[in-house]
């Protein structure tokens, strides 16, 4: 039963490298895809996608041996399919394909800067670092989605510079301009008519929604009609309830039955559509401490949304207008605007107020409709829109010599 390409991943819903990992299941002819978490709207039309078995654990013990299980059963997939290339998304599924034997030419796709990502002294950190070095360097090709990706692999985790490439995250730009046309048919439709900036990322410590949080607490004190909108997931949650409870927000949670409008700030949970809310909202507004390429700046592109983002990768100040080489902060400088928003220095608890500063001059100028997009969306379509991504995808393959 061979089959050309096998993909891995953890899941097919949510944003990074589980969208990457979609559009690469629904483009890639002759593939079969493999994830290690069920989702509830797994895709239809056509697309060969299997969830691994097991349930997920908690306990240490029980991590390890559900990792083992997924090794075993990645294994048996190998020589059942007999691939010719194995593509994989992510850490876990990365370790998992260069640690089993078969399948082809191996393939990682690496989304985050690997130092960044793993920063503490923990055991877990340490292992996964370990695991990243030692394995890393057997990959017939190792993908990064940033320049700064790929630099930090070759510098610090020594994989050959011969066998690294960048190439862009992709997305599906009528999909996502036909998708924000719809609507929930709920509470959340009465929510999108409100004015409100968005995030949509994890609920992790990389995404920085505390400092998010402090931030709209500062602009509500001007514009109390302005409400916060967090689109997804993560083990930050509970510790950003606190935060915005200790700055007297008010809270609605996806979980509550009905959404509490006049409230604050909206937990709304992992949404299969969020563009809805991109396409309403008055701001996008991403202070990440690190990032690769982020889908969700992408999909604001797209749609033509002013964004507030950090200046944490070399890709981020491509796509916000700043050519790489060429722009370096002066002195006393804290943000620069672009026609695609605002890119900010930095992400320090001191520059709060360059922050508040920074949105509350995008939003006075979308108040007088001088919020002239410009080129950028055209920028995105050419370089990351999905039909210019697939070709690059095949060439890949074809030269790995697995056509």
């Not at 697309?47 to 299980?69: H, Y």
């Not at 402090?214 to 514009?223: P, Q």
């Not at 559509?273 to 889908?295: A, D, K, T």
Request: glycine share 6%; net charge neutral.
């Amino acid at each position: 039963m061979r089959q050309r390409i096998l993909i891995l991943s953890t899941s097919l819903a949510g944003g990074g490298g589980e969208y990457v990992t979609r559009l690469m299941a629904e483009r890639l002819k002759d593939s079969i895809c493999f994830v290690f978490e069920r989702c509830s709207d797994l895709p239809g039309g056509g697309i060969n996608v299997q969830v691994i078995p097991g349930k997920k654990r908690t306990t240490i013990a029980g991590k390890i041996i559900q990792n083992l299980v997924r090794l075993l059963f990645i294994q048996v997939v190998k020589l059942k399919y007999r691939p010719s290339v194995t593509i994989s998304h992510l850490e876990g599924p990365n370790i998992a394909n260069l640690i089993t034997v078969g399948g082809g030419k191996k393939v990682i796709f690496v989304h985050n800067t690997v130092s960044n990502n793993y920063q503490s002294d923990s055991a877990v950190d340490t292992a996964k670092k370990f695991l990243i070095e030692v394995f890393y360097t057997k990959a017939d090709r190792v993908v990064g989605v940033s320049p700064d990706v790929v630099s930090d692999l070759v510098s610090n985790f020594n994989v050959q510079k011969s066998r690294v490439e960048v190439i862009p995250n992709p997305v599906d730009a009528e999909q996502i301009i036909a998708r924000a046309k719809k609507r929930y048919k709920d509470t959340k439709d009465i929510l999108i008519k409100e004015r409100f900036i968005v995030n949509v990322a994890s609920l992790t410590q990389q995404k920085n929604h505390d400092f998010l949080i402090k931030i709209y607490s500062k602009l509500r004190e001007v514009d109390p009609t302005l409400k916060l909108i967090l689109i997804g997931k993560g083990d930050q949650e509970e510790c950003l309830i606190e935060v915005c409870r200790k700055k007297n927000l008010t809270v609605s949670l996806y979980s509550d039955k009905e959404l509490r409008l006049e409230r604050d700030v909206f937990f709304l949970g992992f949404l299969d559509n969020p563009y809805p809310f991109l396409s309403q909202s008055e701001l996008v507004v991403m202070p990440s401490r690190w990032e690769g390429l982020p889908i969700s700046l992408l999909e604001a592109m797209v749609l033509g949304k002013w964004t507030v983002i950090s200046d944490c990768s070399s890709a981020i100040r491509e796509l916000m207008g700043q050519q790489e080489g060429e722009f370096e902060w002066t002195a006393g400088e804290h943000y620069r605007q672009s026609n695609a928003g605002v890119i900010m220095h930095d992400v320090r608890q001191n520059s709060l107020t360059h922050w508040v500063n920074a949105i509350k001059g995008m939003l006075d100028q979308k108040s007088a409709g001088l919020d002239e997009f410009g080129d950028a969306s055209e920028t995105v379509r050419v370089h990351h829109d999905i039909e210019n991504v697939v070709p690059i995808w095949e060439k890949l393959v074809r030269n790995l010599g697995c056509c």
